[in-house]
């Protein structure tokens, strides 16, 4: 009779079926990758699958650190590592120990990748471009102090401005170290600030090499940098995402000197021209104000000023003689006037009237008399001539029809 076994046996014999299958110890599997999870512990998970069928994978953050690029769904990638059996679940999955890109090199994809991350960001915009400073006082050198980066350096700056200090921060350039290096590297400089310029570089070499000029941190550094910075990584066909960060990008670290390191001959040159310049503006311009005080110089108002003022005296004359002759006219016009409205008050005043014999009548109250029912006979009135008054009393009154 055969044996019955519990689901923990069956599960643990095809585990060690699996196990001691030398071929499922060491396999490469080509997929693509679907349902990856980067778990918050480090692990990653998901799923390799072709057209027929699919296996899940789990790859441990001991294996995951390593990883140079950004796993994502969709993506063909060839999974190295162990087949097993997952015991808890009773399912067989691939341990990955490596996770390389299908067609194309690890290092391209992930040089990829993270170019459109940081390009999304904004921190490749030439509006983060900052100027280089004309004349340093003070050059900052971020190299290794052994490679012939910094010889070509200091070689092309002491050659053009010797006056010019440069100031070194030895680091590393390739290997795990180097990029945290870089970083503090930048970061000191920044601190102190005791450069206006910073030289970041190294030789030309594979894209292995130049790596640590990709990594993120040194992307980021760069671009958060207050003082410009130049890239100055490998030879002109190399381009690395310090390249899109910096502030101006050199081909080669000589190349970067020149860019940096005023060339102190041709300052004297520039410094002549404007010199010359300077004195030619100044010769004309002494020239212009020389014929501007000539011209004034001869000008009439000096030459002939008794002329000038005779015209003025004769605009003189002929602006009194219109006064007076404005004012004569008014004061006739006036005197016309004042002996119109004489006229009508001589015909209108009772002096005039009684010049021609009539008289004015008037009680003691001052009331003037004009008709004869206005008094009584014994009153008193006053009788008021051209020439005197009369105090008569009223003996009789008559009143007539016809005005007499």
């Given at each position: 009779m055969s044996s019955i076994y519990t689901v923990s046996d069956l599960t643990k014999y095809i585990k060690n079926l699996l196990d001691r299958d030398t071929r499922l110890m060491s396999v490469f599997v080509k997929g693509e990758l679907s349902n990856f999870k980067a778990h918050y512990s480090g692990h990653c998970y998901f799923t390799l699958k072709d057209a027929g069928s699919q296996i899940k994978g789990v790859m441990f953050k001991s294996r995951a650190q390593f990883l140079k690029f950004e796993p994502r769904d969709g993506l063909k990638v060839v999974a190295y590592g162990q087949v097993t059996v997952f015991e808890r679940d009773g399912q067989y999955q691939l341990y990955a120990d490596q996770l390389i890109p299908d067609g194309v090199g690890?290092?391209?994809?992930?040089?990829?990748?993270?170019?459109?991350?940081?390009?999304?960001?904004?921190?490749?915009?030439?509006?983060?471009?900052?100027?280089?400073?004309?004349?340093?006082?003070?050059?900052?050198?971020?190299?290794?102090?052994?490679?012939?980066?910094?010889?070509?350096?200091?070689?092309?700056?002491?050659?053009?401005?010797?006056?010019?200090?440069?100031?070194?921060?030895?680091?590393?350039?390739?290997?795990?170290?180097?990029?945290?290096?870089?970083?503090?590297?930048?970061?000191?400089?920044?601190?102190?600030?005791?450069?206006?310029?910073?030289?970041?570089?190294?030789?030309?070499?594979?894209?292995?090499?130049?790596?640590?000029?990709?990594?993120?941190?040194?992307?980021?550094?760069?671009?958060?940098?207050?003082?410009?910075?130049?890239?100055?990584?490998?030879?002109?066909?190399?381009?690395?995402?310090?390249?899109?960060?910096?502030?101006?990008?050199?081909?080669?670290?000589?190349?970067?000197?020149?860019?940096?390191?005023?060339?102190?001959?041709?300052?004297?040159?520039?410094?002549?021209?404007?010199?010359?310049?300077?004195?030619?503006?100044?010769?004309?311009?002494?020239?212009?104000r020389r014929q501007a005080v000539c011209q004034l110089r001869d000008n009439r108002v000096f030459t002939q000023p008794e002329?000038?003022?005779?015209?003025?005296?004769?605009?003189?004359?002929?602006?009194?003689?219109?006064?007076?002759?404005?004012?004569?006219?008014?004061?006739?016009?006036?005197?016309?006037?004042?002996?119109?409205?004489?006229?009508?008050?001589?015909?209108l005043n009772p002096l005039a009237v009684l010049a021609r014999g009539f008289s004015l009548t008037r009680t003691p109250a001052g009331q003037v008399i004009s008709a004869a029912n206005q008094v009584e006979p014994g009153q008193q009135l006053e009788i008021i001539l051209n020439h005197g008054r009369l105090e008569v009393e009223v003996a009789c009154v008559r009143e007539s029809k016809n005005g007499y």
């Open positions: 690890e290092l391209s994809l992930a040089f990829n990748q993270l170019k459109e991350k940081l390009d999304a960001e904004g921190l490749f915009d030439e509006s983060r471009k900052q100027q280089l400073p004309l004349i340093p006082q003070a050059i900052g050198i971020i190299t290794s102090p052994t490679g012939a980066a910094l010889r070509d350096i200091i070689t092309v700056a002491k050659r053009r401005h010797p006056g010019i200090p440069l100031i070194l921060y030895p680091v590393q350039v390739q290997g795990l170290e180097a990029p945290g290096q870089i970083v503090e590297a930048i970061r000191a400089f920044n601190r102190l600030q005791n450069v206006e310029v910073i030289i970041a570089g190294r030789g030309g070499g594979s894209i292995e090499e130049l790596w640590a000029f990709n990594d993120e941190q040194v992307v980021r550094a760069i671009a958060a940098s207050s003082i410009p910075i130049v890239s100055a990584v490998g030879h002109q066909t190399d381009y690395t995402l310090a390249d899109f960060a910096a502030d101006c990008r050199a081909a080669t670290p000589s190349q970067a000197a020149e860019m940096v390191v005023p060339d102190v001959y041709e300052l004297k040159r520039y410094i002549q021209t404007l010199q010359t310049m300077l004195e030619n503006t100044m010769r004309t311009y002494i020239k212009q002329k000038l003022l005779a015209e003025h005296r004769q605009l003189v004359d002929s602006y009194v003689e219109r006064l007076e002759q404005a004012a004569r006219n008014s004061i006739l016009t006036k005197q016309q006037q004042l002996k119109l409205h004489a006229e009508k008050l001589a015909v």
